[in-house]
């Protein structure tokens, strides 16, 4: 795929764009996925997606993110959404982010949980909001505490309500 220009995968027609294989996708340069337009992205499969290296889907323009379906979203891979920036984070939708396990919320970074919209706050869990740590629980700003329902409010475990910041007990 490396023989392929920029500009020869903007011009790629569907047919042609999904019969790339998995391991032709994941061989795509950064440069070559930035040619791709926002009509383009929603053409890939989710096995094409799911294909992508993590570093290049977290490269994407917000227009280019925006354009990915949410079965491709939902295609992503656990690496591929940990290296999301905040930015590409708050844009998952919020049915993506209420299938997040303990284990996924916990490894994703304070930025990427501070990233998080009050609706996907909503949408978490409360076995994986009250797995969280005292720092990433910390990552949540005062809207988003404000936003946690009775049950996500009463899952908080006295640890984690010891560590609590002024303002967030507030909320």
């Known amino acids: 795929m490396a023989a392929l220009t920029p500009e020869q995968l903007k011009n790629l027609e569907s047919a042609d764009l999904q019969a790339l294989n ?8 950064t440069a070559q996925l930035d040619a791709l ?3 383009q992205w929603p053409l890939l499969t989710t096995a094409q997606v799911a294909a992508l290296e993590p570093v290049d889907l ?7 993110f925006r354009a990915l379906s949410a079965e491709q979203l939902a295609a992503m891979t ?3 959404r ?3 920036p905040g930015a590409q984070i708050a844009m ?3 049915a993506l982010i209420a ?5 996924d919320l916990n490894a ?3 930025a990427q949980i501070a990233a998080l919209t009050t609706a996907q706050v909503v949408a978490i869990g409360t076995l994986p909001l009250s797995s969280l740590d005292g720092t990433r629980l910390n990552a949540l700003g005062t809207q988003q505490f404000a936003a946690l329902g009775t049950a996500q409010a009463q899952a908080l475990t006295p640890a984690q309500m010891a560590g609590l910041e002024t303002a967030d007990v507030r909320a």
Do not use: F, H, K
């Open 22 to 29: 998995t391991m032709a996708v994941r061989s795509l340069s």
């Open 37 to 39: 337009n926002e009509s």
């Open 58 to 64: 977290a490269a994407l323009s917000t227009a280019a």
């Open 78 to 80: 656990l690496p591929q």
């Open 82 to 84: 940990l290296v999301l």
């Open 92 to 94: 998952l939708p919020t």
């Open 99 to 103: 299938t997040l396990t303990a284990d």
């Open 108 to 110: 994703l970074g304070t």
